[in-house]
């Protein structure tokens, strides 16, 4: 995908979920859509914090890893540091936790409520060096609008 079809499904996306203030909803239409999008993956979903802990959310894909551990592996030290992870092979991540054997490469993008990370996306794919910068930037241009909409959904309650 270029910027432009991120683009695109950015406001695909915020006209699907911009009057919805259910997450699990919000977050299992992000996933369907993303799989439907994105080529060449085997996952994609979320998993949100409770406690010291990221707990599976809505996905796509094969079944996953339930929890993962604050700080371990690539989506908890992408939530631990609340930054970008993207992962050319994650065989050669230390830590990595492999919830399917046929993930090569790996780009978690954090998420915040409040000003506080709540979770994660998380895209998988069975192809090494599979995401690029063009993919990060579209990525994190998505879940900027989603953080927007779901910050406003949550306090409009």
């Known amino acids: 995908m270029n910027i432009k079809d991120y683009q695109r499904v950015t406001q695909q996306v915020e006209a699907?979920?911009?009057?919805?203030?259910?997450?699990?909803?919000n977050l299992a239409n992000i996933s369907a859509i993303l799989n439907m999008e994105l080529s060449d993956i085997n996952w994609v979903g979320f998993y949100l914090k409770e406690n010291d802990q990221l707990v599976l959310g809505p996905f796509?894909?094969?079944?996953?890893?339930?929890?993962?551990?604050?700080?371990?592996?690539?989506?908890?030290?992408?939530?631990s540091t609340n930054t970008v992870q993207r992962i050319a092979d994650v065989h050669a991540f230390k830590g990595h936790i492999a919830c399917d054997a046929a993930s090569n490469s790996e780009i978690v993008i954090p998420f915040s409520i409040n000003g506080?990370?709540?979770?994660v996306l998380d895209i998988d794919s069975p192809s090494l060096d599979r995401f690029n910068e063009i993919d990060e930037q579209g990525l994190v241009l998505l879940m900027d609008m989603v953080e927007k909409t779901l910050n406003k959904a949550i306090n409009s309650k």
């Open 16 to 25: 699907l979920i911009g009057d919805e203030t259910n997450l699990i909803a």
């Open 116 to 119: 506080e990370v709540y979770g």
């Open 60 to 79: 796509q894909g094969n079944p996953a890893c339930i929890r993962i551990n604050w700080g371990q592996g690539v989506c908890g030290t992408a939530a």
